[in-house]
């Protein structure tokens, strides 16, 4: 009863393999995925000479660490190169990893271990009249869309090899940019087009890519034109992510490496410092003033900077304090800065270690917010006058609250113009929450003030504090061990009750004398 004929055991054979390899083989995607998966992998490469953009093409990431492939024309000229993502997050080119100036194509390096990546297909694969999806950034429209069918392959022994003619279209930018098969593979890499004629554009196959990907230096080599430093052995590798030698500065001016959103990344002296825009500031009424606010938690002029070297008269570091001045040393009375703080310094090619979370929770900042907006609203403010009629107010704030770090600005004011501004930052659980205390100072226009007053655990001194911030050049302290405001008194009550209950819920100690 359990007898099969031969030819029919043999269809059940072949039918089970054919679905076997259907349910192995990628799927077939429509034109929106495709463009959907290969969003933040596709990137803008512009060329620079001495700062000044001069070409710009496109690029794709082959591997998580920022290996890039693009065509070898899109950074043969030029001496620094960039990278930019849609987001507008932007790299320095490390160096170049590999490249085939016959074959126009180059693999290069930016740094990072988190990119997404696309996946290779195999050229060898791709037939005629195949349908085939092109990505790339023409004419600085990024992240355009084409498609069109492969039309034929050629050879050229001019250029070494084969092309993949396709009649999806491209134009100047879009060099170096992703053609892909409509299973969402890369099958070749968009090298040129022929003018004048309609729908005649070729691709460079993927494999010839992934040849050279496999040949791949293990120490980067400088981009074509540039002849500022030579390529550099690696440094004993200390993560995955140091395998690779880089050509970092460590020494000479500051070298602007990356920028992600407002935070910057800078190689200077044997040091990568990690920097967060904090405000920029213009000075027209002379730098003997203080400067006026233009932004605040953005950079202005540094962004244009990324892969670009600053020489030390138009950067400034003061403790954990950068300022980029780029009009400095020109003869103008107007003068602006980008200011940063630094917040991370670690060695070139040392380990980097990792940073405990700031410490918070709902009570913390539900606590740290009524002290900001009460602040905000002006109830920490104080009035004076002066007999011959001037008016005096000085104005407590706490802009930034990143977990139990905090920062607070005191500014003075005369007639509405700032005449003073001291900035303080401290880590709440460095305060002794016993020693939060007031007492009665003076009176003002709008009633009596009291004094409120705190120091740190047995009042060591890591208060770092700034006077004058927005002078041209600032006055950075040495570290301090205090805080205190004056404060209207029914205001300062609760302050104290407020503060003192932060300090605590972050940990804060008493002194041990």
Same mark, same amino acid.
């Given at each position: 009863m359990f007898e099969v004929s031969t030819a029919r055991l043999l269809s059940l054979i072949a039918l089970s393999a054919g679905v076997i390899s259907a349910q192995s083989a990628p799927l077939r995607k429509d034109i929106p995925a495709i463009a959907k998966a290969a969003n933040g992998a596709i990137v803008t490469i512009i060329t620079a000479n001495n700062d000044k953009p001069i070409a710009q093409g496109t690029g794709f990431l082959v591997s998580a660490d920022g290996v890039i492939v693009t065509n070898y024309h899109v950074i043969e000229t030029g001496n620094l190169a960039i990278v930019k993502f849609p987001d507008d997050t932007a790299f320095s080119v490390d160096g170049v990893l590999a490249a085939d100036k016959v074959r126009d194509l180059a693999i290069i390096k930016i740094h990072g271990k988190t990119f997404r990546t696309l996946a290779l297909g195999d050229s060898d694969a791709v037939q005629v009249g195949e349908e085939v999806v092109a990505i790339g950034n023409p004419l600085s429209l990024e992240s355009t869309v084409s498609n069109g069918i492969i039309s034929g392959v050629r050879t050229s022994k001019e250029q070494g090899g084969k092309f993949l003619q396709t009649t999806a279209p491209i134009s100047p930018g879009s060099s170096g940019g992703p053609l892909f098969n409509m299973r969402g593979e890369v099958v070749g890499i968009n090298a040129l087009y022929l003018e004048g004629g309609e729908n005649l554009n070729f691709a460079i196959p993927v494999n010839d890519a992934k040849l050279l990907l496999t040949h791949q230096s293990a120490k980067l080599q400088n981009l074509p034109n540039e002849h500022m430093a030579a390529a550099t052995d690696a440094p004993p590798s200390t993560t995955s992510e140091e395998g690779i030698a880089r050509k970092d500065q460590t020494e000479g001016?500051?070298?602007? =490496? &990356?920028?992600?959103?407002?935070?910057?990344?800078?190689?200077?002296? @044997?040091?990568?410092?990690?920097? *967060?825009? =904090? &405000?920029?500031?213009?000075?027209?009424?002379?730098?003997?003033?203080? @400067?006026?606010?233009?932004?605040? *938690?953005?950079?202005?002029y540094l962004a244009h900077m990324v892969g670009a070297h600053i020489t030390e008269d138009k950067m400034l570091r003061h403790n954990n304090e950068l300022r980029y001045r780029p009009l400095a040393g020109t003869e103008t009375s107007a003068q602006v800065a980008d200011i940063l703080d630094i917040t991370d310094d670690v060695l070139v090619g040392a380990r980097k270690q990792p940073h405990p979370s700031p410490k918070t929770s709902p009570e913390i900042q539900k606590t740290l917010h009524w002290i900001q907006n009460t602040l905000d609203d002006g109830e920490g403010r104080t009035s004076y006058m002066f007999e011959d009629g001037r008016a005096e107010t000085r104005i407590n704030l706490m802009p930034e609250a990143d977990g139990c770090r905090v920062t607070l600005v005191s500014e003075t004011k005369v007639d509405y113009e700032i005449t003073n501004r001291t900035r303080a930052q401290i880590n709440l659980g460095d305060l002794d929450p016993s020693s939060v205390g007031s007492n009665g100072a003076s009176s003002d226009v709008f009633g009596p003030q009291s004094m409120v007053f705190v120091h740190t655990t047995d009042r060591a001194s890591s208060v770092s504090l700034a006077l004058s911030d927005r002078r041209w050049e600032p006055s950075i302290e040495p570290p301090t061990a205090g805080l205190q405001w004056v404060l209207p008194s029914p205001y300062a009550e609760r302050f104290v009750k407020a503060l003192k209950h932060a300090i605590t819920l972050c940990g804060g100690k008493t002194s041990t004398f």
């Open positions: 001016p500051y070298f602007v =490496r &990356e920028r992600r959103n407002e935070t910057y990344v800078i190689v200077y002296g @044997g040091h990568q410092l990690t920097a *967060q825009c =904090r &405000e920029a500031l213009s000075w027209n009424d002379g730098t003997d003033k203080l @400067g006026r606010p233009m932004s605040v *938690q953005e950079c202005m």
